[in-house]
């Protein structure tokens, strides 16, 4: 199977229907089988049609691509969308009901052409399958057209998912082109609602996310990509600003509970989605109250987001019927299995707080001055306990909790906030951005160095920290060049305090191993996948190395698992999206019995893999919106010591509408046959 | 949509059709090309929201953009050359037309908008004769079930531009666009038949039969009626509007974007004219001789019956209450009848009550009554405190300000009101104090912009220190206490209206009859001070009122203190004595209250009120009641047969705004003229025309009559000093002259202590946005929307008594007890009602006796 019939996607024709010999080997980021079953016979989007079967009805696929685009998802702000989607939708039935004559198949490239001028991208990019279809399988119409018996085909189900490039890439796919428009529109609390369908937590998502949705700006083609994250903060501003109350009403109580570890991104999200279907949810979190949140608390300090507005999204989740029981870590103070025996359902969402040894000569030797890891610095930082800093601070590492620890060292009054890094600045993965605010601040950098050995006077107190600096070696067997020490190099940065910040584990202690749960050499907790396979029949996988469709349930029955101890470290949006995920599973679970994903959840995740956004699509449009950037407090005052006001102010409405202006919505529609 | 925070560049150069133009930065194309007087066509641009880029019709071409750009929402780029006709543009536009009618009805035949519609318009310009687009017939069903308006969306083009008004304008969010494809309608989000301020102001902005008005359907076609500019006679907004009148009567008002309101009007504006064409208006003159019923007569009869006896009474046993409805030279004309022909000062209104003493304590303060600027100064307020107002029940046109600011310039907003209004959804902080405790609330905001160091340079302003004493010794304990709102929300308020650009404070109804009027006004004076409203950067204080023209009423002196332009007899008496050819008192008069008392007691024989209802107005309802009877002679002069015209020995027909020419002048002081746009209906006659004829049979030494409007204006202009002789407004004779003084001056504050409160229940009044005065009760547009005066409580005080939406309850005062349906409403308070001031019944002022609202009283199951 997995052979390409016939294919126009990307505007590449590959024609293997009446090949004589070896067919024209192609392959797209597809499973061969839709949900690992049931084979993918065809795929229609914004870029073409692929046919992996050549007994699909293009006709009639092409009519029901048209009538849902038309009937469920054309918006009807535009002319040619509102009526020349209608004009094309009743063309098609008309093929199927041999009502339509030849002539009339033209209409369709007049409408095509006409439908360019389409305010957004969802009729407009709904042409291009559908021009191809009938330019490439005219026969087929004709067929209909033409004699009583239509084309030789074989019937299909049809399953359809709306999409945006933005969407597609933010992992809790945010209806963002929705929340964009109703910004746009005025209607703040419209586009809160649209947030909140996928992000239960947007002053903070609004706030700190590393928006990969930004990435995949289609608006970036033309100049700069629409400022997404922060219009999602404008909407949650916008209701704490105007004192609104939340407009959730969770549905009336079920009697089925659910134990939640963490209270974290993902356990929160989970808790708010089971929440607002009327489940009985609680978390138990380790942390006291007032610190709730996990890492978007204890791992984000609060210039960047301040505890109060956190704890509103909190306390709005806790409003909705969410038991937060603070103070109770589960393998101490409860055990698994006694949640698991206590509830319907456990949720899994512990995190990932163990921080990652260095690796550096004499970090074991509980050196005074040498910190335990970035994470647990910035814990203590953030709940106001003495953190073991002095007045020299060194830290290593070059991701965002590295940068949080240099820019809270100075809050927390250090008089010299160092940043080592064993490559270069654009090499970091903290986020530019923050890189700059600690730049700003003056954290000093020392880039493309390696700490080797920790140095410490008679009393064991550090004084310094001995480096080697780096250099790019020659390519590896993979072509990749890694950092090689540079002989001779070596100098001491003097420091009375080093804190390793260069990553962190999730710490899955409490699982009784005899509970059935299988756990990753990576220390994260395995979930159930769908087989999805390529043509090569290699198994699909996610950006971070995961099975691509999970359902979440762990091997033991009625446990989950979801956020970074089930992905591995990432972001709270990931959690966030993967909770949501895991709520939806739960709540099948929990009324029929069964985990398993939807054909949404399952094209969700096809659509990642295949890519909806296109770097080199040639966006025609004037570039002549700037991107907004949100205001923001500048100078060194805003780190001085105590100063955890937020550095970021957000946009003024006025800037948002401009800015939500500036968005092309991107909405295009997938149709598969299976 | 302009404000962008980080714009490098301030203009753009661009050349369109060949043309050079220089614009803003963010100015869109279609704007740019505006500029060079190159139109494009556009079917769903509305200058006055912001934009849809919906109908794709105004598409250009943009050299080196490889598709056509739409003007109206594209900004400009520097540099860039447009070209917006070609033979390409010209056949989208063409094929996006006959998209746009694919299953179009074509029942332009009886199509309200026929004669008048973009749509048709469009396609005659752009020759759309054919269409080669067809698809399958499909017929939404017509929303015949909503009240006032009526829906087609199968005419509808999905502009958006009512909803756009709906919510960007108007604030209310009534409608939305619904449903999906080609069945995408202009509908109710519920679906259920429309609730909203019926302001039709989307009718207005329809570009097609879509939205229209039920009263207006097949009362003719656009171009059968004579359309003549007015203003509007209802709010004190003094909206700019169009009669369109046929066979002498009004049957459409509508106004244009170009005026100053934008073509926004209220429910009043566009649906009250059903009030001049009421049956119940009097359109004769009638008397009562003796015992008997009034009975119609002649108007030599009439009015040579009103002046005999007006003669023979004569000098202070003779009384005039003026009106806030008619203009401001019939104003000037009644007080000159009393002034100069019968040789009385006892002239006064309903003005009274709290309008006029409230802006002789602004004056006192700041120099000048009314609103120191036009109000569109407060679209540009970077916050806005609005204190003790329903804005749009009170005077709508404040409220679409307010709302601009609001969705346009960012502005903050605070309100301060004992109940929730529709402009809640907007503010940054609503500080809900308890009825009567206006006072004490905003004197707790002057003290805490003191407390955070916010007053700035107002620290300067004289008075100060003895403000700042006098804050001192009240504390934030005490105004929590008695007006129920932290001290923190006080602070927070404070710096929310401080240090933002420019500040607006506007105050209605509840500061205004505030029992404690006196500290209220002030209050509300020492915020704009502290907050820099009154000064040059500032964005204005606004005093509110229901009326159309109190202002003017009070220029032209209608009241027993001042002369016309607020000239003291002492001062002046002299002068108008020599103008008028008589000798006018030189002692003040009479103030409404004192009118009364002296009508008790018989100093005062006979009342002469001219548009107005002193039966419904004023306080303790049977006392005016038996003053009224023991008259030896009452006058009215009105437009309908109110309560107090009923108990009249003579009635005098009047015309309505629309019946007259003249002049209104609005609170924020515009004076406004206009001409008639029909007769008086029946045998009415204008009030000018009625005074100048009796003022003639009084007083022949100084002929009235004939005297032009011209002659007049020049005398209004002459004696009150008030107006330059030449206008600064377009299309007005009589600008007014800036009369501020430069002084501006704190002054202490002591609010009263409330009162202990003898019932359970605080009951208040004020009003609706669906009607204004008393006057719209006698349209039946209104009435069909709001139908009659309910009782507002909140949610949980309804449930405990066991009351639901329309059962009745019985509402006892000290003084009496009437019965109210009910209405549950979460803008109460618990303990707090709220009923309308509008209704002729139920007679609310039975049940206030001397005292004033907020009133106590007790609630039980009738």
Redesign the interface.
Known sequence: MAQVIFSTWGGDVVDNRNVSGEPKAVSYRLPVAFDGERPLRAFMGWDGIILFDKYVDVPAMTAEYMKRV???????????G??????L??LF?KVLDRKASEADLD?VG??AE?L????CTLCQSATVPVFDAVKHYRSDFLAYINSACGPNAEPAKYIHKITAPCMDKCPAHIDIPKYVEEI????YGEALSTIRENMPLPAVCGRVCPHPCETACRRKNVDEAINIMVLKRTASDYER????RPPMVPKARKNKTVAIVGAGPAGLAAAYYLALEGYQCTIYEALPEGFGGGMIAVGIPAYRMPRTILQRDIDIIQSMGVEIIYDCRVGKDISLPELKQKYNAVFLAPGAHRSKPMGVEGEDKGYKGFLSGGIDFLREAYMGRPTGMGKKVCVVGGGNTAIDCVRVALREGAEESILLYRRSRKEMPADVWEVDGADEEGVKFEFQVLPTRIIVDDKEQVTGVECVRMAMGEPDASGRRRPEPVAGSEFVVECDTVIPAIGQDPDLGFIPPDMGIDITKWNTVVTKYLPLKDAAGKDLKDGMGNMLSRSLITDCDGVFAGGDAEIGPLTVVACVGNAHRAALVIQRWLEEGKAYLSEQDIFDDLLTYLGVYDKNE?V???????R????EVHGRERASKGNYREVELG?????A??EA?RCLRCYRMAMVAV | ????????EKTATVTINGKQVTVPA?TTILDAAAELGIKIPTLCWLKKV????????C?VE?EG??????AC?????DG?KVTTSTPALEQ?RR??LE??L?NHPLDCPVCDAAGECDLQDNCYGLQVDKN?????LERLPIRYDWKLLESDPNRC??C?KCV?VC??IVGR?AIE?V??????IIDTISREPLDCDFCGNCINACPTGTLISKPFKFRGRPWAFDVTPGVCAFCSSGCQIEYHAKNGRIDRVTSSDETYNHGNLCANGRFGYAAFNSPGRVTSPMMREGGSDQRKVTWDQALGSVATRLKEIGGSAVAGIGSPRVTNEENYLFQKLFRGALGSNNIDSEARLGYLPSQVLQWELLGYSGGTYDMNAIEKAGAIVVIGADLKGESAGFAYRVIQAV????ARLVLVNSRGTSLN??????LQCRPGSEAWLVAGLNKAILAEGLEGKSAAVPGFDSLKSSLESLSFDKITALCGVSEAQLREAAGLVCNCGSTAVLYGFDVIRSADMKNAVTAAVNLALLTGATGVDGAGIYPLDEKNNTQGMLDMGICPEYLPGYHTYEHAAAKFGAAWNCTVPATPGKDLFQIIDAIESGQIRALYVMGSDPLHILPDRNRTLKALQKLELLVVQDIFLTDTARMAHIILPAATGAEKAGSFTSVDNRVQCFSAAVKPAGESRTDAEILMKLHALIAPVVAMTPMTFDELHHEITTLSGLYSESCDHDGCRMGRVKNRTEKAQFAPLAPVALPQLSRPFTLKIGSLLHHNGSMTTWSENNMLVAGEACLEISPEDAAALGVAAGDMLKVTSDSASITLKVRPSASQQRGDLFVPSHFRDPQINLLSGQKSFPLAVTLAKA
């Open positions: 038309q009937t469920l998802y054309c918006c009807g702000r535009c002319t040619p509102k009526k020349g989607t209608k004009v939708m009743d039935r209409t007049d409408l006409l360019k001028n389409c305010k746009r529109n005025y209607q600003l105007h004192n609104l040639k025609a449009w004037l570039d002549s919106g700037k907004a950037g949100q205001k946009f003024s409405d006025s800037t509408q401009t202006d | 949509m302009a404000h962008i925070e980080s714009c490098e963010g912001s934009t849809t880029g919906a109908c794709r019709v598409v943009v953009v490889e598709r056509p750009m739409t929402n594209t900004p400009v780029k860039i989208i094929n996006t998209l746009m694919v080669k687009f067809g698809a399958e083009i999905l958006e756009k919510r960007e969010e666009i449903d999906r494809g080609d069945r995408t969705n346009k310039n960012d959804k907007y503010a940054n902080s609503f």
